[in-house]
C-alpha cells in the first residue's frame, strides 16, 4: 500500500494570528515585503487537490479577477448547502472526516486546506492536519478573522523548520499524531 497523502495548512498571517480584517481585508499582508511569491508557487507543485471552506471561496468569487486560481487542482468546497457543481469545485456537505480520510487514501499528492478558520478548525478539532506551513507578516492587526478560533482542542507541533523571504518568515510544522 502506498504513503496516505497528507493535508497541508498553506497560509499566510499577521503576527498576531489574523488571517484578514474584520471587513475581509488583505491589504495589510500586500503592504509587507516580500521575495519573488514567498514560496508560493514552490508549495503550489507539492498539491493536486484544494479544499475550500464555503466563506473563502465566496471571498475568492468576489475578489479574483480571471480565472478561478485553482483551475489545474481538484477543488472540493465544503458547504452545509447544497450546491450544484462547476467546472471548477465540487460542492462538499459530506462528513469531513470520512470524506478526507478517503481523499488521504488515494494516490496522489498533498491536499491544501485554502481556508477557511472554520473549517480549519474542524480538521484540526479531528485530528486530520498533517503539517502546517505559516507565513508570519510583520504586521500587528489587534483584531480581525483568527487563523485558529479558540476551542476545545491541543495540537502538538514538531517544527520542520523555518524559511524567510524579505519580511515575512515561513514556519513548517509537522502535526504529532
Not at 471548477?88 to 478526507?100: G, M, Y
Request: hydrophobic fraction near 35%.
Amino acid at each position: 500500500m502506498s504513503e496516505k497523502r497528507n493535508l497541508v495548512l498553506f497560509i499566510a498571517t499577521s503576527l498576531d494570528g489574523y488571517i484578514a480584517t474584520k471587513d475581509e481585508s488583505l491589504e495589510w499582508l500586500f503592504n509587507v515585503d516580500g521575495e519573488g511569491d514567498n514560496g508560493y508557487s514552490e508549495f503550489y507543485e507539492t498539491v493536486d487537490t484544494v479544499l475550500i471552506g464555503k466563506k473563502t471561496y465566496d471571498w475568492i468569487i468576489k475578489h479574483e479577477s480571471g480565472d478561478f486560481p485553482y483551475k489545474n487542482k481538484e477543488c472540493y468546497v465544503f458547504s452545509r448547502s447544497t450546491i450544484e457543481d462547476n467546472e471548477d469545485v465540487k460542492f462538499v456537505n459530506d462528513d469531513i472526516v470520512s470524506f478526507t480520510n478517503n481523499l488521504k487514501n488515494q494516490e496522489g499528492r498533498n491536499i491544501w486546506i485554502v481556508g477557511g478558520g472554520e473549517l480549519l478548525q474542524s480538521f484540526i478539532r479531528e485530528k486530520l492536519v498533517d503539517e502546517l506551513i505559516l507565513t508570519i507578516a510583520p504586521t500587528l492587526i489587534g483584531k480581525g478573522i483568527r487563523l485558529f478560533k479558540e476551542g476545545d482542542y491541543q495540537l502538538d507541533l514538531l517544527l520542520k523548520g523555518t524559511r524567510h523571504f524579505n519580511q515575512f518568515v515561513e514556519l513548517h510544522y509537522q502535526c504529532k499524531k
